[in-house]
């Protein structure tokens, strides 16, 4: 059964959770319209009719979410590892392949929904908590479902100009999030700095992709990725004869890519951003476009790397980029006083050693990347759970900037005080706690490498 839903309905067996996404944003957006008649006096009824009206929609959302996952779960994994070809469900178009669904894929889209579901919780909590009046009621669960619709699409696209598309999507989508005036009181002057940066910095790597992807077009004909790989590998002599062209193609292409994850030494603009965002857009920016980021950088890397002349120089980029991330956040976090800056050069450091266990081409390489994003993504998850429960369980709105702002909240409870220790030393990667075993991995392929 599950063979004749592969092959008889490529379509609806690989984009079955996102169709169902796309079909409910519409009702998402008119659903304002059709709150109003509704006088339930059991949901908030100390609120306002539009604080009424943006939980109803979000609760929706929550809904959606869940009834998404479930869908993953019980029929989708079955179709991911029905066959063991990799790519099990595939779509064809003039014999390219356009989007791949296999159990990577169907993980890492499963773990952006899960993060998306808890994400949509810590908004409720804080708008919750809030007595500012809502000045937007769909606009939020529509930007972050088209965002995660997107992001589903990026991961399992093929396609390098698909790809494009749908990272440009999902960012512009950011741009808007990170410039809309959320609960807390953040100066409007540094949410326009951060928006206007993270538009810029956005700009300039996307038109350094669109070149290197032409160049891949120039060189193959084709701009999917595998029928790049296939095409030096079937056709072995133009390796020889266009190997500057393909490693200045490699190089600005990863390093385009890099810069939107913000690697040293282009890495300002992220604690800019960081700063002039509110507290819950610093979290979506870190707890899901850097993982989806991230995971499609493994994916590039494995395929991308068997070209024949691209393993050494970005073995250089990485380990170069590595470094540099690695000395750069450390001694930039060692004197920050703000939270966000803070975090930022944080995750600068773990993207250095992130990038030096990804710069070989080995399973035990892949291993550790994989397991230090899934530990950077769960420590990040707890310190900004903490972060956002500490703002907004006082009584007043006021925004945490400097790191000794924390001392009142922390001395109220001992569980804050527990949480926050975890967290830090994770991120320290003392022992017992995750962070270590982490970086521990990382440390290893290295020395494994000599």
């Known amino acids: 059964m599950l063979n004749y839903l592969i092959t008889s309905f490529p379509f609806l067996t690989t984009f079955l959770s996102e169709s169902l996404l796309f079909a409910f944003l519409p009702f998402l957006l008119i659903a304002p319209a059709v709150l109003t008649q509704l006088q339930s006096s059991t949901v908030f009824a100390e609120d306002t009719r ?28 079955p179709l991911c ?15 390219n392949f356009f989007f791949r669904h296999d159990g990577f894929v169907w993980f890492v889209n499963f773990f952006l929904t899960c993060l998306t579901v808890y994400y949509l919780y810590l908004v409720a909590f804080a708008f919750s908590r809030t007595t500012r009046t809502v000045s937007y009621i ?35 989508c950011s741009i808007i999030y990170i410039g809309m005036q959320s609960v807390s009181a953040t100066s409007y002057s540094l949410t326009v ?7 810029i910095i956005n700009a300039v790597a996307v038109a350094l992709l669109l070149f290197a992807i032409s160049g891949y077009f120039y060189l193959t004909r084709s701009t999917n990725l595998f029928d790049i ?22 190089l600005i292409f990863f390093f385009s890519y890099l810069i939107k994850l913000g690697m040293a030494p282009l890495h300002q603009w992220v604690p800019d951003v960081y700063e002039g965002a509110e507290t819950l857009v ?86 550790a990347f994989l397991f230090y994003l899934l530990i950077y993504v769960l420590t990040n ?45 994770s991120f320290a990667g003392i022992p017992p706690f995750a962070g270590f075993f982490a970086k521990f991995f990382i440390l290893g392929v290295l020395v494994q490498q000599n």
């Open 138 to 172: 769909c606009e939020l669960p529509v930007l972050l479902l088209c965002t995660l619709v997107c992001l589903r699409f990026f991961i399992a696209t093929n396609d390098l100009i698909l790809m494009v598309i749908l990272l440009e999507i999902s960012s512009f």
């Open 193 to 199: 700095e951060a928006t206007i940066k993270y538009f």
């Open 229 to 250: 790989i296939s095409f030096f590998y079937k056709y072995p002599f133009s390796c020889v004869f266009f190997t500057e062209q393909i490693l200045l193609i490699q």
């Open 50 to 77: 539009r604080k009424k009206q943006f939980f109803l929609v979000l609760r929706t959302s929550q809904m959606l979410l869940f009834f998404v996952l479930v869908v993953d779960f019980f029929f989708m994994r």
């Open 381 to 425: 998850l707890c310190f900004f759970t903490f972060l956002i429960f500490s703002q907004y369980s006082v009584p007043t709105e006021t925004r945490l900037v400097y790191i000794n702002q924390l001392r009142p909240v922390i001395q109220t409870s001992i569980f804050f005080v527990f949480c926050l220790i975890i967290c830090l030393f």
């Open 81 to 95: 590892f029905a066959t063991e070809n990799l790519f099990a469900t595939t779509l064809l178009h003039s014999g």
């Open 282 to 367: 610093t979290c979506f920016l870190v707890l899901i476009i850097s993982p989806a980021l991230m995971f499609k950088l493994l994916f590039f890397f494995k395929i991308l790397v068997n070209l024949p002349t691209s393993l050494g120089l970005l073995k250089l980029v990485f380990i170069v980029g590595g470094v540099l991330s690695i000395l750069f956040g450390t001694l930039g976090a060692l004197y920050q006083t703000r939270i966000k800056r803070f975090i930022a050069y944080a995750g600068l450091t773990h993207l250095g050693f992130m990038l030096l266990g990804l710069g070989f081409n080995s399973f035990l390489s892949y291993f």
